[in-house]
Nanobody, 121 residues
Framework: QVQLVESGGGLAQPGGSLRLSCAAS????????MGWYRQAPGNQRELVATITKRGTTNYADSVKGRFTISRHNVKNTIYLQMDSLKPEDTADYYC???????????????WGKGTQVTVSS
């Protein structure tokens, strides 16, 4: 009923930038908290950044000052601007969202399929 589709991953050099996007689509009544998580090979999935519908943000310490999360509520889309990239930012990045489906009184948590980010010279 709901799909989260990420885009914008790829290869960047250390110190470079990438911008990720995630669009929610489907039978949506409302989209609430959204966020980005990442998982590097052999590691657990970890929080990168989250943003509420009102725009309150939260960042992992490892990305503070380098990454910026933003959202467009009308488009049900979030973005992750990643600057000053480091090799340790290499991971699969996943979009997450709390979504209220049409004709449902509750929210359900959804995940995207992920987009790969590689930081290497």
């Amino acid at each position: 009923q709901v799909q989260l589709v990420e885009s914008g991953g790829g290869l960047a050099q250390p110190g470079g930038s990438l911008r990720l996007s995630c669009a929610a689509s489907g039978r949506i009544s409302g989209v609430y908290a959204m966020g980005w998580y990442r998982q590097a090979p052999g590691n657990q999935r970890e929080l990168v950044a989250t943003i509420t519908k009102r725009g309150t943000t939260n960042y992992a310490d490892s990305v503070k000052g380098r990454f910026t999360i933003s959202r467009h509520n009308v488009k049900n889309t979030i973005y992750l601007q990643m600057d000053s990239l480091k090799p340790e930012d290499t991971a699969d990045y996943y979009c997450n969202a709390d979504v209220q489906v049409m004709n449902s009184p509750r929210t359900t948590n959804y995940w995207g399929k992920g987009t790969q980010v590689t930081v290497s010279s």
